[in-house]
């Protein structure tokens, strides 16, 4: 079967966003702290990311994975930042 061919599987749970669901039922002080704790650790992604060299001799290998993970970290403290606002101005 070639890669083109086949559906990505998707992880079906992820603590991260059942965090997130459970939000609104933590005071605002405790959303926020686990707000700050999903930021970090992704921040801490986005940072390891960033520091990995290229990979072999073509310095595509890797890319497209790579560009993903960056996205991902980043839409994630964009999020944490997005939701600690909106939490301290409700």
């Known amino acids: 079967m070639r890669l083109a061919d086949r559906e990505p599987t998707v992880t079906v749970r992820s603590e ?3 965090q997130a669901f459970l939000l609104p039922i933590l005071d ?14 992704a921040q801490k992604r986005l ?3 960033k ?3 290229p990979v072999g001799e073509n310095p595509k290998f890797g ?3 790579l560009r993903l993970g960056l996205a991902q970290a980043r ?6 930042d997005e939701t600690r606002h909106t939490l301290r101005t409700k």
């Open 16 to 18: 991260t966003a059942l």
């Open 63 to 65: 890319m497209y994975a």
């Open 47 to 49: 940072d390891r990311l």
């Open 28 to 41: 605002t002080d405790e959303a926020i702290v686990a707000i700050e704790r999903v930021k970090a650790r």
């Open 75 to 80: 839409a994630t403290i964009e999020w944490a």
């Open 51 to 53: 520091s990995l060299p």
